[in-house]
């Protein structure tokens, strides 16, 4: 089974005052923390959508298809939209935002797992019930995925697709933890409440 990956890394960090990627979370940049948890050779071919010339360079640098995103103000959907087409040939694909910096491969690997083993589900990794990121989608829902538009993501053809669903948990809930302010970064693990991932829609499995 042909698998592929779209790491999208195109958000204005506007909470964040800035581009959140390259700040350092324990001394490493929260987009190669994400590089880290998704690395490239887990798949048969895998992208980074950015609008950032910096990130678009160390995603080559990290053996990933840098893909420009000159359509970021259109929202989520162009990021997914753009690495999408560059994977249409493939049996499946995952979508990972990359702002999770405590994201773990163990827990991405046991997703891949898991699509491996029902390669016509949706498989999301979750924690307690409620879905997070990454998702991986098969390859019949890929033309509604390249048909969405706006600041819309996969959570719009969740909730069409839910009886196609699978939870797959995560080592902690801290790896569904997204960052949109600083502040994210300075509360402890034990007071974060876990927020809806950029994809949308929390649905049970």
Request: contains cysteine.
């Amino acid at each position: 089974m042909k698998l592929g990956a779209v790491l999208m890394a195109s958000g204005a960090g506007r909470r964040f005052g800035g581009n959140k990627l390259l700040h350092p979370v324990d001394g490493v940049p929260m987009v190669e923390r994400a590089f880290a948890a998704v690395p490239a050779e887990l798949f048969d071919r895998a992208c980074v959508v950015s609008c950032y010339p910096e990130i678009l360079t160390l995603a080559g640098e990290r053996g990933y298809l840098p893909v420009p995103n000159p359509d970021a103000d259109q929202g989520q959907s162009a990021s997914v939209r753009l690495g999408l087409s560059r994977l249409t040939d493939l049996d499946g694909v995952m979508f990972c935002v990359c702002d999770q910096p405590w994201l773990r491969r163990d827990s991405v690997e046991r997703l891949l797992a898991d699509f491996s083993a029902h390669p016509g589900c949706i498989c999301s990794l979750s924690w307690q019930g409620e879905r997070g990121s990454p998702v991986i989608f098969p390859p019949d829902l890929f033309p509604e995925l390249l048909a969405l538009a706006g600041d819309r993501g996969g959570g719009a053809v969740i909730r069409a697709r839910q009886d196609r669903l699978r939870l797959v948990e995560a080592c902690s809930p801290d790896e569904l933890q997204d960052m949109d302010t600083p502040f994210d970064l300075k509360r402890p693990a034990e007071e974060k409440p876990l927020k809806h991932c950029h994809m949308e829609c929390t649905v049970q499995q």
